[in-house]
């Protein structure tokens, strides 16, 4: 059932609510009435469960069924024509949908905290369009304007530039001189996560973004310690997400299942943001985003383009993985048999056994509110 038949349901045949879309963990009704203003201003009201009240609010199981059945998000823009390159309306509608979509709670300290998820996951979604870079993992370099390197600290920002205008910079060749930085897609992802939460904090936490700007101007946060700081982890192996759920602004990763490919630097997995309207991030052709079943492709296919170079390295070759991505989206028997396989769940680190590509968690910005943050500075 999609939208047409959802469209002509009365009232009085709107189903419960699924187990778990948003709670808001304040009794105040003035904080629910914000939330539902919101809901209003989207016009998703009519998508909510009749007895989605308080501090509880879902899709109806009707709603459920007619747009994220299986809680595959994926298609949520297709559904209901929307447009979300043109409209922030459209995309902030996608993103609160597929919020109420959550197969398990998601829980706020307070609407002010949800509003500000929902415009992180925006702007790390604009922020993410934008982004065009040169892949490396042995090298790196950034705006000599806005940047400077050392061993022991990261790339950090020279002191009284403002950390939005060098993220911005090193990730968004067009508001600069058009020159595209080297990154590897891990760093890639911290950045963009990081100008979406520092565009935010701009406007809802600006002693936190300060706070941040000391921070970078004094040494990166980074790898594991940027997920720890910055960063929530929802699902897990015992408890992993709907393959087809995501929602725009989540950081995403896509494992390579294939033992030999993944020693390849670089090629050991996939992050990317997803952009919602079934797109994911391609921060290397950025007006080429990836489908779910051309990453699926991609990834599969590394394993027949990986080489030993002159100086024993396992290195890729990317025009034989596209060439071979080509053959098998021409064959509709080989393309459902390479798709059906890599979208299984991955296995676990160390195991390349029966798994696919697809992760079982996402990840998205920690609160960020003056008295409810999440994000806590070393230090």
């Known amino acids: 059932m999609k939208l047409a038949a959802y469209q002509e349901l009365t009232p009085h045949?709107?189903?419960?609510?699924?187990?778990?879309?948003?709670?808001?963990?304040?009794?105040?009704?003035?904080?629910?009435?914000?939330?539902?203003?919101?809901?209003?201003?989207?016009g998703l009201r009519p998508y909510l469960a009749s007895c989605s009240h308080g501090r509880r609010f879902a899709l109806?199981?009707?709603?459920?069924?007619?747009?994220?059945?299986?809680?595959?998000?994926?298609?949520?823009?297709?559904?209901?024509?929307?447009?979300?390159?043109?409209?922030?309306?459209?995309?902030?509608?996608?993103?609160?949908?597929?919020?109420?979509?959550?197969?398990?709670?998601?829980?706020?300290?307070?609407?002010?905290?949800?509003?500000?998820?929902?415009?992180?996951r925006r702007n790390v979604v604009v922020a993410a369009r934008a982004t065009q870079l040169a892949f490396g993992t042995a090298e790196a370099d950034r705006p000599a304007s806005h940047w400077t390197y050392d061993e022991d600290h990261g790339f950090t920002v020279l002191p009284g530039q403002p950390l939005i205008e060098a993220l911005t910079l090193a990730t968004q060749p067009a508001a600069g001189d058009g020159r595209m930085y080297a990154f590897s897609c891990?760093?890639?992802?911290?950045?963009?996560?990081?100008?979406?939460?520092?565009?935010e904090l701009e406007r809802s936490n600006p002693a936190l973004l300060a706070a941040l700007q000391r921070q970078w101007e004094t040494s990166a946060i980074q790898s594991g310690?940027?997920?720890?700081?910055?960063?929530?982890?929802?699902?897990?192996?015992?408890?992993?997400?709907?393959?087809?759920?995501?929602?725009?602004?989540?950081?995403?990763?896509?494992?390579?299942?294939?033992?030999l490919s993944s020693d390849a630097?670089?090629?050991?997995?996939?992050?990317?943001?997803?952009?919602?309207?079934?797109?994911?991030?391609?921060f290397w052709q950025r007006d080429r985003p990836y489908s779910l079943i051309a990453k699926c492709l991609e990834i599969y296919h590394w394993r027949h383009g990986t080489y030993v170079?002159?100086?024993?390295?396992?290195?890729?070759?990317?025009?034989?993985?596209?060439?071979?991505?080509?053959?098998?989206?021409?064959?509709?028997?080989?393309?459902?048999?390479?798709?059906?396989?890599?979208?299984?769940?991955?296995?676990?680190?160390g195991v390349y056994a029966d798994g696919g590509c697809?992760?079982?968690?996402?990840?998205?910005?920690?609160?960020?509110?003056p008295g409810t943050a999440g994000i806590v500075l070393p230090g």
């Open 13 to 42: 045949t709107i189903a419960p609510p699924q187990s778990g879309g948003l709670d808001i963990l304040t009794d105040d009704p003035a904080q629910h009435r914000l939330v539902l203003d919101k809901f209003d201003e989207l």
């Open 60 to 120: 109806s199981a009707d709603a459920a069924h007619a747009l994220v059945d299986d809680g595959d998000t994926l298609n949520l823009c297709r559904d209901l024509g929307l447009d979300t390159a043109a409209n922030m309306a459209h995309l902030e509608r996608e993103i609160v949908l597929a919020l109420l979509a959550a197969p398990r709670p998601l829980h706020f300290a307070s609407a002010a905290e949800f509003l500000a998820a929902v415009a992180i």
């Open 186 to 199: 891990y760093r890639a992802t911290e950045y963009v996560m990081l100008l979406g939460i520092a565009h």
């Open 225 to 259: 310690a940027f997920h720890d700081v910055f960063l929530v982890e929802y699902g897990s192996f015992d408890a992993p997400l709907p393959p087809r759920w995501y929602v725009p602004g989540d950081r995403v990763w896509f494992r390579n299942p294939d033992a």
């Open 265 to 282: 630097s670089g090629y050991e997995g996939s992050w990317v943001i997803y952009l919602g309207n079934g797109l994911f991030s391609n």
């Open 309 to 349: 170079d002159g100086a024993g390295d396992l290195r890729m070759n990317e025009a034989i993985v596209a060439a071979r991505v080509a053959e098998t989206a021409a064959d509709p028997a080989a393309l459902a048999a390479v798709v059906a396989r890599m979208s299984r769940l991955r296995d676990t680190r």
């Open 358 to 369: 697809i992760d079982v968690s996402r990840e998205y910005a920690r609160p960020v509110c």
